[in-house]
């Protein structure tokens, strides 16, 4: 007895299907091409914005390379300006020294100049 009453209740269902199979046949085929449409569409919408964070992933690792070799640039260029700035305070003390040097040598030439005058001066009286 269950199983005749499964069958009127399958046949309502089966009749009900195809009810609405009659009204709404066209339309449920129409949406679902379009949600098969708009599902192939969200996948390849969702393989493009994979393939961009990729891509902004691969930028960023080269961009933060490139800033990484400018800190490196930097850091050279501020040594290099270190031991040129140690260099030029080196020279100017050999110059100071140089003109040290040279001053000396003039006051020995004056000296000696003074001392062949006063030689002079002593073998014009002398004589």
Known sequence: MAQNERSPKKQIASGIEQIREIIFGDQIEQ???QFEMLHKQYQEL???????EQKQ??????LAEGMEQQ???????????A???GLKQELEQKI???????VDKSQI??????????????G????
Do not use: C, P
């Open 46 to 52: 969702q393989h493009r914005v994979e393939l961009l």
């Open 31 to 33: 949406y679902n091409r």
């Open 71 to 81: 800190r490196a640039t930097q850091a050279d260029q501020q040594q290099t300006r």
């Open 96 to 102: 100071a020294q140089l003109d040290q040097i040279k």
């Open 109 to 122: 030439g004056q000296a000696f100049i003074e001392w062949g005058m006063k030689v002079k001066q002593t």
């Open 83 to 85: 031991v040129i700035e």
């Open 124 to 127: 014009i009286t002398q004589s």
């Open 57 to 62: 992933t691969e930028h960023d690792q080269r």
